[in-house]
C-alpha cells in the first residue's frame, strides 16, 4: 500500500521560512514524479511545484518561483520543499502527491496518489 505523508507544517510570521518533507513508502519512489499542491481556505487546490523522479530541478508555479525550493533525496524516498520569504497568502494545507513517470514525461497534473496534507499558517 502506498503512503505519502507531509512533515513540517506549522505557524510562522510574514518573511519567514518553513521546510516540508514528504517521504513515501509503497512504491519504486524513482518512478514517481512528486508535485506539491495547496489550498487556502475558500479556495481551489493549486499545484505549484512538479520534480520528476530521476531530476534533480522542479519547475514552479509564478506565485512561488524564487522563493520555494524543491529536491528529492531518492535514497531516501523523501521530497523537501523549503519555503523562503512566506507571505500570508501562502497560507493554506500542503499536500505532496505522486504521478507515474516512465514512458510519458509526468506533470504532475493527474496525480496516482495523495498525501494527506500539513498546515501552514502565515502570520502577517
Known amino acids: 500500500q502506498v503512503h505519502l505523508v507531509e512533515s513540517g507544517g506549522g505557524l510562522v510570521e510574514s518573511g519567514g521560512s518553513l521546510r516540508l518533507s514528504c517521504s513515501a513508502s509503497?512504491?519504486?519512489?524513482?518512478?514517481?514524479?512528486i508535485g506539491w499542491f495547496r489550498q487556502a481556505p475558500g479556495k481551489e487546490r493549486e499545484g505549484f511545484s512538479c520534480?520528476?523522479?530521476?531530476?534533480?530541478?522542479?519547475n514552479y508555479a509564478v506565485s512561488v518561483e524564487g522563493r520555494f525550493t524543491v529536491s528529492r533525496d531518492n535514497a531516501e524516498n523523501t521530497v523537501y520543499l523549503q519555503m523562503n520569504d512566506l507571505k500570508p497568502d501562502d497560507t493554506g494545507v500542503y499536500y505532496c502527491?505522486?504521478?507515474?513517470?516512465?514512458?510519458?514525461?509526468?506533470?504532475?497534473?493527474?496525480?496516482?496518489?495523495w498525501g494527506q496534507g500539513t498546515q501552514v499558517t502565515v502570520s502577517s
Open positions: 502527491a505522486a504521478e507515474w513517470d516512465v514512458v510519458v514525461k509526468s506533470s504532475c497534473s493527474s496525480p496516482d496518489y
Open positions: 509503497g512504491l519504486t519512489f524513482d518512478d514517481y514524479a
Open positions: 520534480i520528476g523522479g530521476t531530476d534533480t530541478v522542479a
